[in-house]
C-alpha cells in the first residue's frame, strides 16, 4: 500500500496562531488539494494527521471541527482527490497523552488502521514535532516552508540535516513522484 501522512493546518491549509475555529477560516494554501489529487491519481492513500489542541482548550467543538473537515474533504474531492481519513489529537499540551505530536500514537493508528509498517512512508510536516514523531516511526520526513516551516527551518538544519526540505506540497508531490519513477 502506497501510504502518505500529512499534517493539516500549515501543510494543506493556511495556519493561524490563533486557531481554526470555523470552516470560513479555512482555506487551502494555493496547489495543495491538486497535489493531494495528483497523489492520489500515482496510488497514494492520503491520511491527515493533526493536533487540534484547540478542542481542549474551549476554542471550538467537535462539530465544529467535523464542519472544517468536511469542508476539506469536499475541497479535495472537487479536484478529483480523497483524504483517506483524517486522525486528529484533542488534548492539550498538559494532557499526556500518547497521541499528541511529538508522540508517536497518531502515526501508530495510522499504521495499524493501514495494516502498514510506517518505515520510510513519506511525512509531510510544517513543523518540528510533526517531524519528530516521523523520525521516531521511522518514517520519510520532509518539511514544508508554508505554515511554520520557515521558522521550524532555522533549528532545522543542525539538528536533522537529512531531512528534505520544500517550499509547499505542491513541491514535495512532485519530488516524491519524481523518485518513484526512477525506483
Known amino acids: 500500500m502506497k501510504l502518505i501522512i500529512l499534517d493539516r493546518d500549515g501543510v494543506i491549509n493556511h495556519d493561524s496562531d490563533a486557531y481554526i475555529k470555523h470552516p470560513d477560516e479555512w482555506q487551502p ?6 497535489a ?4 492520489n491519481r500515482a496510488g497514494y492513500h492520503v491520511y491527515v494527521a493533526t493536533n487540534q489542541s484547540g478542542l481542549a482548550r474551549g476554542f471550538f467543538d467537535i462539530e465544529t471541527l467535523n464542519a472544517i473537515h468536511r469542508k476539506m474533504f469536499e475541497a479535495v474531492k472537487a479536484v478529483g482527490g480523497q483524504i483517506d481519513a483524517i486522525l486528529f489529537c484533542p488534548h ?7 497521541c499528541r505530536k511529538p508522540k508517536t ?8 488502521r493501514c495494516h502498514t509498517n510506517l518505515e520510510n512512508v513519506p511525512v509531510v510536516g510544517d ?14 520526513p520532509f518539511l514544508v516552508r508554508t505554515g511554520k516551516g ?34
Open 29 to 34: 494554501i494555493d496547489g495543495s488539494l491538486q
Open 36 to 39: 493531494i489529487a495528483r497523489l
Open 92 to 98: 492539550g499540551p498538559d494532557d499526556h497523552c500518547n
Open 105 to 112: 500514537g497518531l502515526y501508530e493508528a495510522i499504521g495499524a
Open 127 to 140: 513543523s518540528l514535532r510533526d517531524l519528530q514523531a516521523a523520525i521516531k516511526v521511522k518514517a520519510t
Open 150 to 183: 520557515e521558522e521550524t527551518l532555522l533549528g532545522l538544519k543542525k539538528e536533522h540535516p537529512e531531512i528534505t526540505i520544500c517550499d509547499d506540497l505542491q513541491q514535495m508531490a512532485e519530488l516524491l513522484l519524481k523518485e518513484n519513477e526512477t525506483t
